[in-house]
């Protein structure tokens, strides 16, 4: 079941299933969202319990290993509703056997999302509902289409950062982290947009300085998308396709050399019994940009 949220002459669709937001429009009917094409069949996905992937897909834990495929099951589960009204709504999604089969924890997750001022934020929060540390990595995947006015060329685009970003960047092999850094793309605050930049897959960056991006050309329109609570980011596009991903991450896919327990893998979170986590995006979309 799918929910619409509007205000402002800013509209979004929400989903029950993955809790996906699925379109994103300005009062003119300008889609910033992905519509989930051929070359990549989603638009949103919500990252939960890991971002990216882990060595073998094994999550160990207790002495056993369970089967966790890339980016965890929230995308794929459908999450129950909490609220549902004109400029906002609410889901959620709890451990139940089918996620322990895989997951052995107990938890609660929760997207909210709300319009108001113009922009849209999405809040992301994980629950510790058990009685031992709940081990978590969570983020968001949106898709935005690149160009985001028909007409306009891909390589106008680019990403102004709120600072710069000399920080090096990290890149991936068959979906796990490579030890070396490598250099950033990125020149003083401003990545020149060219999908050369992805074909080795996505760039990661773990040290980003910004909480800000600014997404543009100068014909415009442009989207601000702004992020708390969260540590990395990741940008990404699929060959051959006209999206590209950013997303604020908790956490990164597990080293190549890392096949340890799930606590002790790095970037994870340890959520205390009874206590939560929350992050927030918020996406803003600007009319025109000089």
Not at 119 to 133: D, H, Q, S, Y
Not at 240 to 262: N, Q, T, Y
């Amino acid at each position: 079941m799918d929910h619409v949220i509007s205000h402002g002459g800013l509209a979004a669709l929400v989903r029950a299933q993955g809790a996906e937001l699925r379109s994103l429009r300005d009062r003119e009917g300008t889609e910033y969202i992905w519509q989930a094409g051929p070359e990549w069949a989603r638009s949103a996905p919500t990252l939960f319990p890991i971002v990216g992937r882990l060595k073998d897909d094994l999550l160990h834990h207790g002495g056993q290993s369970y089967r966790l495929t890339q980016h965890g099951f929230a995308r794929d589960r459908l999450f129950s509703w909490l609220e549902r009204s004109a400029e906002s709504c609410r889901l959620s999604l709890c451990d139940d056997a089918g996620t322990r089969a895989v997951y052995p924890f107990a938890f609660r997750l929760e997207l909210a999302y709300a319009i108001r001022d113009g922009a849209l934020t999405m809040t992301l929060t994980v629950v510790n509902t058990g009685i031992e540390p709940l081990p978590a990595s969570f983020g968001a995947h949106p898709a935005f289409n690149w160009p985001l006015r028909p007409g306009v060329p891909p390589e106008d685009y680019t990403l102004t950062f709120a600072q710069e970003e000399p920080a090096p960047i990290r890149r991936l092999s068959a979906g796990l982290l490579r030890p070396e850094p490598f250099p950033s793309p990125v020149e003083g605050r401003v990545l020149t947009l060219r999908e050369d930049l992805f074909e080795a897959d996505a760039i990661i960056m773990d040290q980003v300085a910004s909480r800000s991006v600014r997404f543009s050309a100068p014909a415009g329109p442009g989207l601000d998308i702004a992020w708390d609570g969260f540590r990395e980011l990741g940008l990404w596009t699929k060959t051959g396709a006209r999206f590209l991903c950013i997303e604020p991450w908790l956490g990164m896919a597990s080293p190549v050399d890392f096949d340890g327990p799930f606590v002790e893998k790095p970037g994870v979170a340890l959520i205390p019994p009874g206590e939560s986590l929350s992050a927030s995006m918020r996406i803003k979309v600007i009319p025109g940009v000089d």
